[in-house]
């Protein structure tokens, strides 16, 4: 099956019992045995729950993965991951990642022993010098949040594999639609599907997708021994909002892609991040790496925070507000706003940027209102 089919019947054969074509939600917390220990698969809700085993069959067939479990958040499952290591362990991470990953890793992890390094992952130089005989785990987002760098997924995966560490790839922001990190080499990846997974800004959770026996048996190990998995309602609107993941992948990427191209003509814009236009860096890297370019856009104003924070609160159509992925636009201000948490670190993002996660609506109203926007600061 092609992607766009698995996404609506993976996992969701009709009900065997009634002929439904919408798997039922399961909200039960307890399962009836026939006798001590025989049971249909399932004991207790913490341990497993239809509903939940139907979303993890869907995203591991998406990710074309063996295998996948679901988190009550991203960092949630981030964290589950990252619960592997023990002290002395070292984390490559990337020196532009989601500020609340940087959060976990730096003032949850570090304080149990473990160290971690930032690099930027698009510089393989600097990957090798920043790597330690301790590195167990490299840490790649891309596009990068907020930046939308693009980092080389099979490079990374093969230097981390050559000095027997892990590649993870956080791939919220491309989505398996977009871009497939276990194809191009990488061990584990990790979803918010709070954002374009779920689509429409009305459901937290996690995922981790992958294909090791193994670490699946000790990750599945830690979820229901920590507890952190999602409701049978947050798994259900999950599943949901993946049916429509292709159909508007396709108009956030036309859509942003306008955005970026008019942005980059506008005089009270000093430089625009977006991996579609081909003066990006990692524009060629995106185009042989992804299949789309994805519905973030970023761009820096000319007249620096006190402009970003006029524009922010200017626009109508794009609501303020952190998160992103869904089918409303959003604009909001990382610095203050998402990535607050790495302020003073290296992580820490100019004061100038604004970031726009870009929904589906008409492309022609989205942009007269970033014209008005933009108007106030030119
Ligand atoms: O919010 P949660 O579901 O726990 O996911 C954390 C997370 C992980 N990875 C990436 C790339 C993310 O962007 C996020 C969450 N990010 C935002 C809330 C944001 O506005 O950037």
Not at 57 to 68: I, K, M, V, Y
Not at 221 to 238: I, S
């Amino acid at each position: 099956m092609r992607f766009e089919t698995r996404a609506i019947h993976a996992g969701q054969e009709p009900d065997p019992l009634t002929g439904a074509v919408v798997p039922p939600v399961h909200f039960s917390t307890t399962f009836a045995q026939d006798a001590v220990g025989e049971h249909k698969g399932y004991e207790y809700a913490r341990s497993g729950n239809p509903t939940r085993s139907a979303l993890e069959t869907c995203l591991a067939a998406l990710e074309g993965a063996a295998h996948g479990l679901a988190f009550s958040s991203g960092l949630a499952a981030s964290d589950c991951l990252l619960r592997q290591l023990t002290a002395g362990d070292h984390v490559l991470l990337s020196d532009d990642a989601y500020g609340g990953t940087y959060r976990l890793v730096a003032k949850v992890l570090a304080p149990t022993g473990i160290t971690f390094s930032t690099v930027d992952l698009t510089d393989l130089k600097a990957v090798r010098q920043a790597w330690q005989d301790t590195t167990r785990l490299v840490w790649i987002e891309t596009p990068t949040n907020p930046t939308l760098r693009i980092v080389d997924i099979a490079a990374i995966a093969e230097e981390a594999h050559r000095r027997g560490a892990l590649c993870v790839v956080d791939n919220t922001f491309a989505t398996p639609y977009l871009q497939q990190p276990i194809a191009l080499g990488a061990d584990v990846v990790v979803h918010s599907s709070t954002k374009y997974l779920g689509g429409h800004s009305d459901v937290v959770g996690g995922f981790l997708a992958l294909n090791d026996d193994e670490l699946s048996e000790r990750l599945g190990f830690l979820q229901n021994a920590a507890g952190a998995v999602p409701g049978p309602l947050d798994c259900y609107l999950v599943l949901r909002g993946v049916k429509t993941l292709a159909v508007r992948m396709d108009r956030q990427c036309a859509n942003a892609m306008e955005i970026a191209e008019y942005l980059d003509t506008h005089a009270a814009v000093s430089q625009v991040m977006y991996p579609g236009l081909a003066t990006h860096p990692g524009h060629a890297l995106a185009d042989h790496q992804m299949w789309g370019f994805g519905g973030m856009v970023s761009f820096i104003t000319a007249g620096g925070e006190p402009a970003a924070l006029k524009v922010a609160a200017s626009t109508r159509l794009f609501t303020l507000a952190e998160s992103l992925g869904a089918v409303e636009s959003l604009i909001e201000h990382p610095a203050r706003m998402t990535h607050a948490s790495v302020e003073g670190s290296p992580l820490a993002v100019d004061p100038g940027l604004i970031r726009l996660s870009v929904g589906i609506e008409n492309i022609s109203d989205l942009l007269e209102d970033l014209e008005a926007a933009l108007a106030t600061v030119a």
